[in-house]
């Protein structure tokens, strides 16, 4: 259960003490979600409603480490060590490997321009994250992901792009 209106979409908070009301009027195990960001707003909403688990959506679509360093908070109340940028980028091209091995979304080319904007959002907070925006909504094939990634991590002095 998601804690807005479908008039809401997005804008404001989501209502937790309506889920939580639902989650205590109802036999049927409850799922919440809505605007959890980080292992705290997870553990916070799993004590302090009657839902019996909660849903991570957009907070995984720009960081979908979330869910170790949420798994690693719920079990030890400790915020996670931020993630190596060199691992951020293996897990990058790991899903765009997988994505272009899928055939999902069509041939190599077509895999890259459907997740440009997916990639984007990935790399906020990287070394160079505005060039490496301004790249990555032309890419079109795992190599030139590659390039950037070598690029960013500092291994080539200056990316010309092909
Ligand atoms: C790209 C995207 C696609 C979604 N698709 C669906 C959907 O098909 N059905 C649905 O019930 N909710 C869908 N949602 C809503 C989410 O399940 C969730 O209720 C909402 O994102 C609130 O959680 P959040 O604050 O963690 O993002 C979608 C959300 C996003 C961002």
């Not at 409603?49 to 690693?72: C, D, L, Y």
């Not at 960013?152 to 792009?161: D, L, P």
Request: hydrophobic content about 40%; proline content about 2%.
């Amino acid at each position: 259960m998601h804690g807005r209106t479908r008039a809401q979409g997005y804008g404001g908070e989501a209502d937790w003490e309506v889920i939580d009301a639902v989650a205590r009027a109802v036999k049927v195990p409850v799922i919440g979600n809505g605007d959890i960001t980080c292992g705290a707003d997870l553990v916070k909403r799993k004590t302090q409603t009657a839902v019996s688990g909660v849903m991570i959506g957009r907070a995984a679509m720009q960081n979908p480490w979330i869910f170790r360093e949420a798994k690693h908070f719920l079990k030890t109340g400790k915020v996670l060590p931020e993630l190596l940028v060199e691992e951020r980028w293996e897990l990058v091209l790991r899903h765009c490997k997988l994505a272009v091995e899928s055939r999902r979304n069509g041939d190599e080319r077509q895999t890259l321009t459907a997740m440009r904007s997916r990639l984007m959002a990935y790399c906020k907070g990287f070394p160079g994250a505005k060039e490496l925006r301004q790249k990555l909504c032309q890419v079109s094939s795992i190599s030139q992901v590659e390039d950037l990634a070598a690029f960013s991590m500092g291994k080539v002095g200056v990316y010309e792009f092909q």
